[in-house]
């Protein structure tokens, strides 16, 4: 009897103890994965580069340099986010759980770009959704995270409900079930479909990008772990990049593209604006990133699809290092007044003077703007970029005249050289694709927009927005998170 | 008339809170601090029902400590016994965990976040570029000119909503008697303890942010009640009963009662050994090669131990400001911040001036600095400012991915690299001394007398005899990256800074000429011409010391040398004890210095349990695993008992805040604690909320605590203070201060007298002034008075 009972408890020790060592090497097993699939992904892309074999499964499956391009950028995400996981969860019961969805979340955008039968592809958009909402939701005991994670997965099912009406609206009208077969089908069918269509993936679009008026679940997303936010800002808000270059042809003919421009322009200055008067630190990058997102969006519509592509790609660096370094932003200061903004006749030449230089340098670089089009729109953005970096620069009282010569274009020419040279390198992978570069010609609305950044702008440096109390209340309460996401809940002892 | 008993109201009420330290300066103090004036039990109750909080440790720590040996067998069950409890322990783990917490709707969720929400903008310091505006009109004011755009309260005009905090309260509380204005203020002041503290903070401190843009108690409760009413939410709470069994409270106070009465009797029966085996010595012994005083801290005690044990050093305790009160202005940032205990109010303000001879150093340095600062500014306002966010992030986020890579894979290559690199501004400065108080602006400066007796109080509290050719202090502070908790490992003696200013300015004061000479003159001290004070740190987290000796003079430039070599191999063993490892463990710790996805760097001050007043001989030989804070005194240098009364009245409460810090916020990590680090998110720069938000978090969190969720590190149990000491001087002390007695009284730590004069007896105090000798008999004694106890604790109760 006794021995019976030893031998049991034995048996329940030992399987314990198994079960201890399994959820501390799951979670080693699955970084080493992740980082042996981001090193395969780039051995394979640097070998292969500038030509991709171009690979497909029956209609399935299909591989090209665009593919290759997005793995390599997603495995390197979760891999690093893994690693750092590693000692930033250490202890967290639910550690083991938070490796298997981030896995479960790669191999999803992994099968989303290589699928291409529609089933397969809509299946995966579902599955990103569906992982990350329970990123969102990872500590079940919590009350608030809970509601967070059900708010985020209403958002999500919401766009791949509009993914799936719009892709099989074309299918079915087509009669093909590829993406590619969809894609090189569609003068075939009449505008009014093809717009809906259109319509209808753009909704999923910038429901995953979490662009105005479907920004709400981004903000109410902390209850993550901040490597889960890193991986979320890093590697699926931008699932709209790649939707709209996979589908470029789409926004070409139904002509929406101009719809990407406004939406995409408004959002990114809105929430550049409510970013200001953030107050916590993740919510801060969240408007940041809503506003990169705009952006993004909006290169789509000024048709460089291929720049969208880039501009994903480097925003995911910029705010996985952000979030995974939100840690810093405690400090001690005193009050400061707003900075006084003057500037001198002989400054401002030479700020104009570096800023045309950064333009055509840019210009050369990437050809964009060279001629009349909608390039030029980015062009200008540059242009103000560098005079800006020049303006700070030449501001600066305790730089040197030299250091003040010399900085503006070391850092621009450091800047746009390492852009330009990513710009090359996305174009020469996408080059398989179809209309994923055609810049259009400037229209009246551009120049607007244009304008309208222009204002922006000015707005921001004199400081106009601080005297409009109703417009940072109006802000204030567009970027709160979902309600029932805080402070719904109390704990009780029974 | 009614403005006055509504603000005797909220004074009274106030006392709910404690105070949220702003994560720069984490001060780890008492979360029920307005209670210490009653029993710790009346005051774990008030805020069981007040703030809906865990009181003792949940019944899995109990657990963990009952498997783990930590609560001795025979102990536990002589108390059960006491109480009529006659069952085994195991049932009674059992029946403990039949309590469950339960997760239910906030009644007032709108009300709170709503608060939360203009709470966060305006105690904001900086993190927003747009502030909010009409802040500098305080609080309530700024409130009401902005409320009439907030569509949640749904408030029209600018005129429904009376002009200051005052008016408002006093028309939202017609009707209701004096005692429902405390009541009502208690309850909504307990609904977001964390803000409600931190504006406690800021009132108390009065920093620059408040002088900037002041907020006040009555002004959160007149935006409160008035949004309350406007939401029709309950203004007078009904109170809920406590449903909660009386028989677990009972059981778990008992525990916890053991489980401190198991460690005491650990350290008493190690540190009986110890008295028997070693005899104070008298002069005549080898003046030591160096000698090092470091904080009291927990540990200090580890690091002493390593140091010691490489040759022929003496090492001392001593609170880590080093009897400095003051504070001290960064050469970094100009900003001026508290260097001493916070209970000890600024005498004097500390500054850097360049040595002699270095100014290029210095202008260089400046140089630099200024850069940095505009490196940050440039950044902020490229990210910030449209449309260069833009163009910024695609110029930049190559390299962002760049440190992405390095960030994560080598940190403790780059930690050496930076240290390598880094021109700290001590190699060139040294520090000053003033007055706090000015004139003119101009800090005044301070006369010899108070120079000398900052000196001798040093040696007089530490019973200091002969004096060693390199006499080092040494304050500690801590390094980690990407932790917000950062302040926290710190000093707590130097109000959360890094401890090495206090000791380099003690060291500056004890090689002046003058005073040595007054110090000899008035046979004080006679130290030695060849004696050398330094300053130096101990970095917690490495365990490395870096000492400050730009200025020591050729002369003892060799010794200096065996030291640094002494000291470093004192860091490889310490290092090695604290990880349990073999090799390698400097290059561990200095990975855990600089890993941004690292959660515990160090423990800081976990486990701390026990504070020991007495000479190091009593302890030298033990290892007391960094549970102790160590104070050296010895009892026969300090006849009138006065360095005692110092050392109780200032170190010893400082210690009680600690552990009370710890106490609670291991007990309820969510409510007195901080939390989760993983789901962090750092608000107006000062402090974290968990997630989306809501309240802000008062205390240190969960990683500082939990060696996992699950499993402890920290043990929560109150504070046993052990002082060598003849018992009658101990009695007069606390016959002097009535507020230490009031401490003791009311249990918020223990305090036991090992006492010379009667053969090192050990006897712990009880209410009253009486003392209760803890042998064998004395232990069963005890648990009769323990059971006096439960019973009133019954009472209190029902």
Redo the contacts between chains.
């Keep these: 009897m006794t021995l019976e009972n030893n031998l049991q408890e034995s048996t329940q020790n030992s399987i314990e103890k198994s079960y201890k060592s399994f959820s501390l090497a799951f979670p080693k097993i699955i970084t080493s994965f992740l980082w042996l699939l981001f090193t395969g992904n780039l051995v394979y892309m640097m070998y292969y580069f500038p030509s991709i074999p171009e690979w497909s499964l029956g209609g399935i499956l299909r591989v090209n340099g665009f593919t290759i391009l997005i793995l390599t950028t997603v495995t390197f995400f979760s891999a ?1 986010v893994s ?11 639910y550690h083991s759980r938070f490796m298997a969805l981030c896995l479960g979340f790669t191999l999803s955008v992994m099968l989303f770009v290589m699928s291409d039968h529609i089933i397969l592809f809509l299946l995966s958009w579902l599955g990103m959704g569906f992982f990350m909402s329970r990123l969102i939701g990872i ?1 079940s005991n ?4 809970r509601e ?1 994670s059900k708010f985020t997965q209403r958002y999500f099912l919401t766009g791949t409900f509009f993914l799936s009406a719009g892709v099989l609206l074309l299918a079915f009208e087509s009669g093909k079930f590829t993406v590619s077969g969809l894609v090189s089908s569609l003068n075939e069918l009449p505008l009014y479909i093809v717009s809906i269509a259109a319509i209808c993936v753009i909704t999923a679009a910038i429901v995953q990008s979490a662009i105005y008026p479907f920004h709400r679940w981004l ?9 889960a936010s890193a991986l979320m800002h890093a590697g699926f808000v931008n699932g709209a990049g790649i939707l709209l270059a996979l589908f470029s042809t789409l926004m070409f003919a139904s002509n929406t593209l101009n719809v990407l421009f406004i939406i995409g322009g408004l959002t ?2 809105i929430a ?2 409510t ?10 990058l969240a408007c ?1 990133t809503i ?2 997102m705009g ?1 993004m969006i909006m290169q789509c519509g000024l048709g460089f699809f291929n720049a969208a592509v ?2 994903l ?6 705010k ?3 979030f ?13 007044k707003p900075p006084q903004i003057r500037i001198k006749p002989f400054q401002a030449v030479v700020v104009l003077f570096f800023g045309i230089l950064g333009a055509i340098l840019f210009a050369l670089l990437t050809g964009k703007g060279t001629e009349l089009d909608s390039g030029i729109f980015l062009t200008l ?2 242009a ?3 005079g ?2 020049t303006y ?2 030449v501001k ?1 009282q ?2 040197s005249v030299l250091q003040k010569t010399i900085l503006p274009p070391v ?2 020419i ?3 050289g ?2 330009a040279l ?1 710009y090359k390198w996305v174009t020469a992978l996408m080059a398989e694709m179809p209309m994923v570069a055609v810049p259009r010609s400037l229209s009246v609305i551009q120049v607007v927009f244009g304008i309208v ?1 222009l204002v ?2 000015f707005i ?2 004199l400081g106009i ?3 409009v ?2 417009l ?3 802000l ?2 567009v970027s ?15 | 008339m009614i403005q006055q008993h509504i603000l005797k109201s909220i004074e009274e009420a106030s006392k709910v809170i404690g105070k949220t330290w ?4 984490f001060v780890t103090s008492n979360p029920l601090s307005g209670y210490e004036k009653v029993s710790f039990k009346d005051a774990v109750n008030s805020a069981k029902d007040l703030l ?1 909080a ?1 009181i003792f440790p949940e019944t899995s720590l109990y657990r963990q400590a009952w498997e783990q040996g930590e609560i001795e067998k025979n102990i536990l069950i002589a108390l059960l016994r006491e109480n009529g409890l006659s069952k085994s322990p195991e049932f009674y783990l059992q029946q403990m965990q039949s ?8 009644i007032n ?2 009300l ?2 709503i608060m ?2 203009w709470l ?2 305006f105690m ?11 802040k500098k009109d305080g609080f309530y004011k700024a409130w009401r ?2 409320a009439i ?4 309260i749904g408030i029209k005009a600018l005129c429904e909503i009376p002009k200051t905090s005052s008016e408002a309260l006093a028309h939202v509380l017609t009707g209701y008697s004096k005692e429902e204005c405390t009541k009502i203020f208690t309850y909504h002041l307990a609904a977001l303890p964390g803000w409600t503290g931190f504006i406690n903070y800021r009132i108390e401190s009065n920093s ?2 408040q002088q ?2 002041p907020i006040s108690l009555e002004d959160y409760l007149g935006v409160r009640l008035w949004i309350a009413q406007q939401l029709k939410d309950q203004i007078l709470p009904e109170i809920e009963k406590d ?2 069994d009386n028989m677990i409270s009972k059981l778990q106070y008992i525990w916890l009662k053991a489980w401190e009465k198991s460690w005491q009797n650990q350290l008493i029966k190690t540190l009986k050994k110890e008295s028997i085996t070693t005899k104070p010595s008298r002069n005549g012994e080898p003046c030591p090669d160096a000698q090092m005083v470091f904080c009291i801290d927990t540990r200090s005690e580890l690091i002493r131990r390593h140091v010691e044990s490489k040759g022929n050093y003496e090492t001392y305790g001593y609170a880590g400001f080093f009897g400095i009160a003051m504070d001290y202005e960064n050469l970094n ?1 100009d ?1 001026v ?1 508290k260097s001493c205990p916070p209970i000890v109010s600024s005498a004097y303000k500390v500054s850097e001036i360049r040595q002699a001879s270095k100014n290029e150093n210095m202008l260089a340095y400046k ?1 630099k600095n ?2 940095l600062k ?1 490196g940050e ?2 950044l902020r ?21 760049l ?3 390095a ?3 080598t940190p403790g290559y780059f930690y050496r690299l930076k240290k390598k690199n880094i021109s700290s501004y001590e190699t060139f400065c040294e520090p000053e001394i003033n007055s706090a108080t000015t004139q003119d602006e101009i800090s005044l400066q301070i006369t010899l007398d108070e120079k000398v007796a900052i000196v001798k109080s040093a040696f007089d509290l530490t019973g200091w005899k002969q004096f060693s050719p390199l006499v080092l202090f040494i304050g500690h502070g801590s390094h980690s ?4 908790f ?2 926290s490992l710190d000093c707590g003696a130097c109000a959360a800074s890094p401890g090495r200013h206090n000791a380099r300015m003690l060291a500056k004061l004890a090689n002046l000429p003058e005073v040595r000479k007054a110090l000899a003159d008035n046979n004080h001290f006679n130290i030695p011409t060849d004696t050398h004070f330094i300053g130096a740190e101990h970095n917690t987290t490495t365990d490395e010391i870096v000492i400050f000796d730009s200025e020591v003079p050729d002369s003892h430039k060799e010794q200096l040398l065996n030291l640094k070599s002494d000291l470093l191999s004192a860091q490889q063993t310490a290092t090695q004890d604290r990880f349990g490892i073999q090799g390698n463990s400097i290059a561990l710790a200095q990975r855990k210095a600089n ?6 760097p160090e423990w800081g001050l976990a486990k701390n349990a026990g504070f020991i007043v007495a000479p190091r001989a009593l302890t030298k030989n033990d290892n007391l695993d960094s549970r102790c804070f160590l104070h050296s005194y010895d009892w026969e240098l300090d006849i009138k008992g006065k360095a005692l009364e110092g050392i109780m009245q200032g170190p010893m409460v400082v210690t009680q805040w600690i552990n009370n810090h710890y106490y609670f916020s291991t007990v309820d990590n ?1 409510k007195f604690g901080g939390g ?11 402090g974290v ?7 802000l978090k008062m205390g240190l969190p969960l ?1 500082s605590l ?6 402890m590190y920290h043990k929560p149990i109150r504070l046993s203070v052990l002082i060598q000491a003849p018992i009658t001087r101990v009695t007069d002390i606390l016959l002097r201060n009535e507020n230490l007695k009031t401490l003791l009284d009311n249990e918020w730590i223990y305090l036991m007298v090992m006492d010379p004069l009667q053969e090192n007896d050990i006897k712990l105090y009880e209410k009253n002034m009486q003392w209760v000798p803890t042998t064998e008999e004395g232990v069963r004694e005890e648990n009769y008075r323990t059971k006096v106890d439960v019973e009133i604790f019954d009472e209190i109760l029902i």
């Excluded at chain 1, 690693?83 to 019961?93: C, D, S, V």
């Excluded at chain 1, 919590?142 to 995270?145: D, L, P, Q, R, T």
């Excluded at chain 2, 306002?381 to 695609?394: C, H, I, Q």
């Excluded at chain 2, 990256?481 to 917000?484: S, T, V």
């Design positions: 690093l690693t750092y996981a590693g000692n930033y969860l250490n202890g967290f019961r500590d919590w009350g608030e995270a967070a903000l109410s997303a902390m209850t993550s772990p901040t490597p990114a200055i550049q604006f970013k200001l008067l953030q107050v916590n630190v993740k919510q801060k940041s506003a990169q952006f880039v501009h790609i480097l925003h995911g660096f910029y996985a290092y952000l995974l370094a939100s840690g810093e932003a405690i400090e001690h200061s005193k009050p400061q953005i540059v103000i970029t560098v800006q970096v700070n620069i600066q305790s730089l850092l621009f450091c800047g746009i390492i852009y990513m950044f922006g702008f921001m440096k927005y601080r005297k109390p109703w940072y209340v109006r204030l309460n709160q998170p979902y309600k029932k996401s805080i402070l719904m809940y109390k704990s009780k002892s029974l | 702003p994560l720069y300066s809906n865990k309590q469950k917490w339960v997760q239910e709707k906030n969720h709108d709170d976040r939360a929400k966060a903008i904001d310091e900086g993190l927003a570029e747009w502030e909010m505006p009409g000119k902005l755009y907030d569509s949640e620059l942010w900037e843009y449903e909660t940032d900003l911040r140089k200024e850069i505009f500014y440039f306002r490229m990210k910030n400012m449209l449309p260069s966010a833009f163009g910024y992030v695609e110029g930049s986020g190559f390299y962002y991915g440190s992405l890579l960030r994560t894979l990256a990407n932790n917000p950062g302040s890993d941004w996805g690292e959660t515990r969510d989760s680090k993983i789901t962090h998110n750092i608000t107006g720069k000062f909320v968990q997630g989306n938000g809501g309240d990683q939990f060696q996992s969720d699950r499993e």
